[in-house]
């Protein structure tokens, strides 16, 4: 099951913390959104699960993390200043703005009106000033992707790892777009992050790499929880490429608002490092590559083969975080019917995503022994570095279970009378499992292990 709707997934998260409008006190800032304390939890354990799974688990990938403020040069170099644009109409009834390829029937979303203006190329990229003087030429741009401070630091971080080709790089960041329409509530937005990763390859090895990361990355993304019926492969028509792009395939999850793009895999050929490199003529670089009169690097390589510098291509996996957390929030989002008139929305989570692991709940908040007991648990499984344990002591176990339900916190234990007297329960707790609602009985010293084995 997923969600019904879009909306159910925003009252969620906005009832329990994960996702809210921001600055909502004052009438909210469109396109913008602010993550709480769950919200945090859920995006940080999926960036981590990339981190681990593109950086750790591999030996020819390195990290980095690049600034947002960006060199202007690095934008025009990059094809951005010309071509980063949508094509947007003015509806003249009403004033409203709109991307072109998001009207239904060439009408105004707004009013109905067909009565708009010829579409128009609007650059996308925000621009702030930077230092004391008024000017308009001193401008840096806020990133619209974060691969462009990998390709610029391409030199450095080759002079000081010495990595081989192929080797990729990988970045998680926030990029910002001046999105002319945001909509979906996380899905487009104007201030976003970016889980890319630029995997530099020999020319000619380029289109085996490409196949690899599709298919890498299509996994990942099943690991992550999403059902593969929800999840499509789409080659992008021609007609439809970035300005720097060969090849690209897009990753498509079914939203509640349908199937769109998650993630896109393109084959940027040596577009970006050519066009950032000085003395062009020194290498054989493709067609597309933009003369350069400014860049002070050769963005090359030694290719161990030939013995030769060479510009190597790229192959970019480029995911969205938002979208990623929108797409697992829709996937997990449960209603089940329990009987006697009574449902439970729970959000099915993969434990790793979970914002909190296990709630540990005494039956009884004012008595002492049993306080005491929960507490102990807590601090104990806390310690073993798996994530957020809570401590829940509402006094209400069934308040407290249909909240973590809700959250998706994947295992409720619980400390009653028996755990805390002598007996045959002496010193253990019961489990309470989120998706079967089964309840067990297990001793106290038993719990680390279970904890780290069934949920991790
Ligand atoms: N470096 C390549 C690049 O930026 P892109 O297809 O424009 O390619 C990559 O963006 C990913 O970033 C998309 O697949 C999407 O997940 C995410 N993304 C792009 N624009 C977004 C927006 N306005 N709001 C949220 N996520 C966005």
């Known amino acids: 099951m997923t969600a019904k709707n879009l909306d159910e997934i925003v009252a969620l998260a906005k009832r329990r913390g994960f996702i809210f409008q921001s600055g909502e006190i004052y009438g909210g800032l469109q396109g913008v959104y ?55 109409v003015d509806c003249r009834e009403c004033k409203h703005r709109w991307r072109v390829d998001h009207l239904k029937n ?13 579409p128009r190329a609007f650059n996308m990229m925000f621009k702030t000033r930077m230092g004391p003087v008024e000017d308009q030429d001193v401008f840096a741009y806020l990133r619209p992707e974060t691969a ?28 910002f777009r001046n999105e002319i329409t945001p909509r979906n509530f996380i899905f487009r937005v104007r201030e976003f992050e970016q889980m890319e990763i630029e995997f530099f390859v020999k ?17 990942w993304w099943k690991q992550q929880g999403l059902s593969e019926t929800r999840l499509k492969l789409l080659t992008q028509p021609t007609e439809e490429l970035a300005h ?17 793009e998650l993630e896109g895999i393109a084959n940027r050929t040596d577009y970006d490092l050519g066009s950032h490199t000085r003395s062009q003529s020194d290498f054989n670089l493709s067609a597309k590559v933009k003369p350069n009169t400014d860049s002070t690097a050769k963005l090359a390589i030694l290719d161990l083969q030939s013995n030769k510098f060479i510009v190597p291509y790229v192959i970019e996996p480029s995911a969205g975080v938002d979208r990623g957390v929108l797409a697992v929030l829709n ?43 929960a507490q102990e648990i807590r601090k104990i499984l806390q310690r073993l570095g798996l994530g957020r344990i809570s401590y829940e002591d509402t006094g209400n176990i069934g308040k407290s279970y249909r909240r973590h339900d809700e959250i998706g916190t994947p295992l409720c234990i619980t400390v009653d009378f028996d755990t805390v007297t002598e007996g045959p329960q002496y010193h253990t707790v019961t489990l309470r499992d989120r998706d079967t609602m089964q309840q067990t009985r297990l001793p106290i010293e038993q719990l680390s292990a279970y904890v780290r084995e069934v949920l991790f």
């Not at 060439?106 to 010829?118: M, R, Y």
């Open 331 to 373: 996937e997990a989002y449960t209603e089940e019917v329990l009987g006697e008139g009574k449902s439970r929305v729970v959000l099915k989570l993969k434990p790793h995503l979970a914002p909190v692991k296990v709630a540990v709940v005494p039956l009884a908040r004012n008595n002492p022994a049993i306080v005491e007991k």
């Open 34 to 88: 602010d993550y709480g304390p769950l919200g945090v939890e859920l995006k940080n354990n999926l960036k981590a699960a990339w981190w681990q799974s593109n950086v750790y688990e591999r030996d020819d990938m390195v990290g980095l993390d690049t600034a947002i403020l960006s060199h202007r040069a690095v934008f025009q170099y990059s094809g951005h200043e010309d071509t980063f644009a949508d094509m947007m």
């Open 244 to 260: 720097y792009a060969k090849k690209t395939v897009d990753i498509l999850y079914e939203y509640p608002h349908g199937f769109e």
């Open 203 to 219: 020319p000619g090895e380029d289109d085996t790499w490409h196949e690899k990361w599709v298919e890498w990355r299509y996994e």
């Open 106 to 118: 060439g009408k105004c979303e707004h009013c109905g009106s067909d009565n708009l203006t010829e």
């Open 148 to 175: 462009q401070g990998i390709f610029t630091q391409f030199k450095n971080i080759v002079d000081a790892t010495s990595m081989k080709l192929p080797f990729g790089v990988a970045q998680i960041g926030k990029a």
